[in-house]
């Protein structure tokens, strides 16, 4: 996916990437394919967007996969009023593709009202006179803040997206975006690395977005168009790892402790309930501890759920014995937790991420005060394995001072 906030950080590539954008309005010129020369304030423009597409092209090839980069062309994303994107953004590819640096392979296509599948570009061979190729010299990349860090979507439609509202800013607003920035300020400095990329190159998040410890900015995002759900962080390149994955992450040149609310969300819904917090694992309705995957699965399902549930959610069922269907499953849940089991399909779900975004903006300052490097999970942190103690105790006195109860289960995971 196509990076608007990636920026040329070294000199050497900044002064390539300047000498690119040169030769390709060089081409233009002598072409004819512009009969005016850009004013001072276009060319400006145009520099920015080669920068970027400049960056997320050697970004590409140091993955060393035969991925493609997905670019925006449609209207209602090129007039947004970015400094990247605009006819300025649409006229550096066509011009990199008519020097044949790069070549363009499908075009976005719509699939629904809401959602369109991006264009498709390929650095060639050419590309490498002119930019860091070989190798991919990505440590000289930089990325800038998200220039919005507070986003508010509408409820997800049927394919599975939510738009972003526009909202107007008010002291809340203001407040939350405050948050994130400092949250930001701290990371920016921190000193993180994901091990062996120099040798193996980068690789590709499950979001599509590139692996790499530059990727720190985070943005907080509330759904369903109110500030009360959800209000989760997004865009750290950790967030998009696999958990095997996260092994590799460094900070403060140390293996990393993953340090983690346990049953949470039910938690939560004890304290909305008003009532006290029982012993035990909350998703350990047999027993047994069997089935605890799809156990913890069909909790979240009830408490997400607006009325009764008709189906199995996804990746469920093959926890349960086949001789328990989903109305006994749910009724045994009932069993279980009879001070919750009025809140179960009343869609409390989202509330409840928010609380639990809330609690864990209040662990990030809280540790970056205490000058400790933590990045966020949405219920749980990663930290320096010698920081592992200072976080759990942090998330503890977090959690009793929002429900008033001692019983938080913090769990430390340590990644070798």
């Known amino acids: 996916m196509f990076d608007l906030q990636l920026r040329a950080k070294g000199a050497e590539l900044q002064a390539a990437v300047r000498r690119l954008a040169d030769t390709l309005l060089a081409h233009e010129a002598a072409s004819g394919s512009r009969k005016r020369a850009r004013k001072e304030a276009d060319a400006a423009k145009f520099y920015v967007a080669v920068e970027a597409l400049a960056c997320n092209l050697i970004l590409l090839k140091a993955t060393g ?10 209207h209602a994303v090129i007039w947004q009023g970015n400094a990247v994107l605009g006819q300025h953004f649409l006229a550096a590819i066509g011009l990199l593709s008519a020097k044949g640096l790069i070549a363009e392979g499908r075009r976005g296509y719509r699939f629904s009202d809401r959602a369109k599948m991006r264009s498709l570009i390929e650095p060639l061979e050419p590309l490498a006179d002119h930019l860091p190729l070989a190798p991919p010299e990505w440590r000289a990349i ?19 997206n939510a738009a972003a509202i526009a909202y107007r800013e008010t002291a809340q607003s203001k407040k939350l975006t405050n948050q994130v920035r400092r949250i930001n300020d701290f990371l920016r400095e921190a000193d993180i ?6 040798d193996s190159g980068l690789s590709l998040g499950r979001d599509g977005q590139i692996i790499a410890p530059y990727r720190r900015s985070l943005r907080r995002i509330f759904n369903n168009g109110t500030w ?13 790892m696999q958990r095997a994955e996260r092994q590799r992450i460094r900070i403060d040149g140390q293996c990393v402790a993953e340090v983690d609310y346990r049953q949470l969300f039910p938690r939560l819904a004890y304290v909305r309930a008003g009532a006290p917090q029982p012993e035990g694992d909350l998703y350990d309705v047999f027993g047994d501890g069997t089935g605890r995957d799809g ?4 909790m979240n399902a009830l408490l997400f759920a607006k009325g009764p549930l008709k189906n199995w959610p996804e990746d469920t069922r093959q926890y349960f014995p086949g001789d328990i269907n989903l109305r006994t499953a749910v009724e045994m849940f009932t069993a279980k937790h009879v001070p919750i089991a009025h809140l179960f399909g009343k869609g409390l779900g989202f509330q409840l991420m928010r609380i639990e975004s809330d609690m ?6 809280e540790l970056a005060i205490a000058g400790v490097t933590a990045r966020p999970l949405h219920d749980a942190v990663l930290v320096a394995e010698s920081h592992a103690d200072i976080a759990q105790k942090t998330m503890e006195a977090v ?10 289960i913090v769990s430390v995971k340590f990644h070798q």
């Open 65 to 74: 996969s035969n991925s493609k980069l997905a670019v925006p062309r449609s």
């Open 142 to 160: 930089c990325q800038l803040d998200d220039p919005v860090l507070v986003i508010l979507k509408e409820g997800k439609d049927e394919d599975g």
């Open 360 to 365: 864990l903006i209040e662990v990030l300052m």
């Open 295 to 298: 156990c913890k699965k069909l």
């Open 193 to 198: 690395d994901v091990s062996g990329q120099d």
């Open 399 to 408: 959690f009793e001072r929002w429900t008033r109860s001692p019983c938080a």
């Open 228 to 240: 009360q759900h959800g209000g989760r962080l997004a865009g750290g390149f950790w967030l998009s």
